[in-house]
């Protein structure tokens, strides 16, 4: 080759290089968040998205830049290794995108093996990649355990369809709950399983406390006694897994006392009082009938339906008519029991378990047809086993956080709302669903009042109660309990008992300045509510998370009336709202909240009340929307049903601001107009659920997506 033609090629060449490390320099991409469930079924397809923020000063285009799987890289175990941007989308620098695409995984062999027989471990992470250049980003691993759940036909078939019940109970507002226990299976090396139960002073650290946090439910695990009180070694499995269950494996599981005295003393006593202490504070129980699973083999340290038989017909029989009852949980996660123990190898052994809780699902519809049921069991691919024997479903659900690394706080509720889209749809939309547990047993305090935000957050968006894993004073529940042994609150109760007050916040956000609140606001405000309540109740008095109840406390209490003064006094509430003249404020007020004119006479009234009877201007806001919540009249019902459904949504767009990303997003007046104009279309015939698209439409658009 002649050297002038050399010189030329190795100039382009270096040309060429010097564009692909501008290009490179110039491309940039952050991982944001990615939603996708932590348990998936063997070859069932799921959503998922993951989403990237450009931080590059190139745009991002189709063909160009590309999700690419990782963790190996370029794996096809999800069913491809790349995922494009759909044509003729390109993303701004500085804007957000959210890639949206179906997996699945149909062999276990793609992924790594678990200690659980056909249950395996897959690596789900996606970078950011500038095909044939470079790896922008390499994203966040969530790992999601794979179950191989065969579909089976129970043998003792349910004898009549369970008990229906309403919806609207089960919903973030109106369900809130916790486990209560004094101890679990791991403590128990005694083997009195009546120790269980609370009683006594724990008993009423437990009833005080939930009612400080504003929780109406109550689920208690009865572990039942057996026919025969048996030596463990009569029943446990020769192998290692099985051994040591009790510390002395001479002594009788239950001790030397009969079965009917076991469940008279130990049992049903204990049930008793404690219901009866529940039923006097107004809250509501659900009892858990443990300690059983299979008919035919004694595979691990629970005994079968017909061991305990008796004492459930007894116990159903002496509670189904006690006030304090809500519901019958007809066994505490039997499939994820039996298969934590290495009972589920056949198909058949998936049959056997869901047999013997049918049988005690029978025997509960036998005796009680008022009570509604469920089965509280762990992992989505799980719950399919127990639909036709639940009235409300009762999912346990846990998320991976740990505070030595930070990081994976920032996908709690991202894996969460995957999980519960996801239980949604294998349960079907019309079962009510509540989160029968969950929790988080980090030993940073504060870190764990985070996690518990966050969850409750992916709650809130999905309008599902809970139950809270666990409220309970034993030593031996501390890791994941919220009350200390000495009966205080920890960090993430405090949180919870927060929580109450985040409703009546947003709806005074609402009627003051026209927008949802910002999540420290929230945060912020519901603080200073909380420790007003509680000094009210040192002082004698009780104020309750309602708009009524603070209307009432705006004039006794100063504290109250300065908080929501700087409402009033804000430069938001100035600017939709004119208060000098009295009519034309009470019309502003109507619009905001009911999206309607006010009647004549709710004119008149109203303007009276401010020109004449002492009405406070700050006050008005407050006293109006009050007023409609607790009217009677056909039109204060779609008032109350407006302002309400304004501010559920409201609390599901603040919700939504679940990233430091999207948090930042939520400021500035484009922020303010954004929000006013997503709570002003709503009215009282909008469906909240599926108003969620509208809400992430308004946070995409809002951060540039």
Known sequence: MPKSVLNKALCAGAAAWLLHGAALAEAGATFISQ???????????YTVSVTYQNTGSTRWTSGQYRLGAQNPNDTRRWGADRVDLPPGVDVAPGALYTFTFDVAVGDQRYCDA????RVSACDFQWGLVLEHQAWLSRGVNTRVELYDAPAVTSLAPPIAPPV?????AYTFANFRGANVLMQTFEDNRLCDHTAWLPEGADADAIIDNALAM???VLRMAVILPPKKPGVPSDWIAASPRYQNVCADPAKPEWGAETNSALLARGVIDKVQAFMDKADAAGLKVIL??????????NCYWKKSFLDVRDSADALVKRFKSHRALLAWDIMNEPMWNA??????????DYASVVRAVD????????????HPTTVGEAQLPLLKYWKDISSFASPHLYVYATSAERDTLDQVNFVADAALREMRREMGSAMPLVVGEFGNADPDGDFNADYYQRFLDSLAVADRGFMLWSLSPSPNQQGFSVLTPEGELKPAGKLVQRGRWMPVVQQLYLAYLGYPADPAGLQNFSAQLAELAADMHARGLELQPNLGALDQAYQSEPALRQLLDSLYNSSSFSEIYTPERSSDYVQQIYLRLFNRQPDADGLKYWSDNLNYFGLEKSRAVATIFAGSLGAGSAQAKLDAASGSKKAAVAAAFTASLSTPQRRDCYTGKNAVALGRTLLAAVNADTDVATYRTRIDAAVNALCGN
């Open 214 to 216: 504003g929780l109406n």
């Open 35 to 45: 939603s996708v469930p932590n348990t998936m079924q063997l070859g069932k397809s």
């Open 164 to 168: 229906a019940t309403d919806p609207k």
């Open 114 to 117: 678990t200690m659980y027989a």
């Open 288 to 297: 858990v009938l443990d300690g059983y699973t299979k008919y035919d083999a």
């Open 359 to 370: 049988a005690m699902y029978n025997l509960v519809r036998a005796n009680d047809g008022l």
């Open 339 to 348: 298969l934590a123990f290495d009972c589920l190898h056949a198909d058949a």
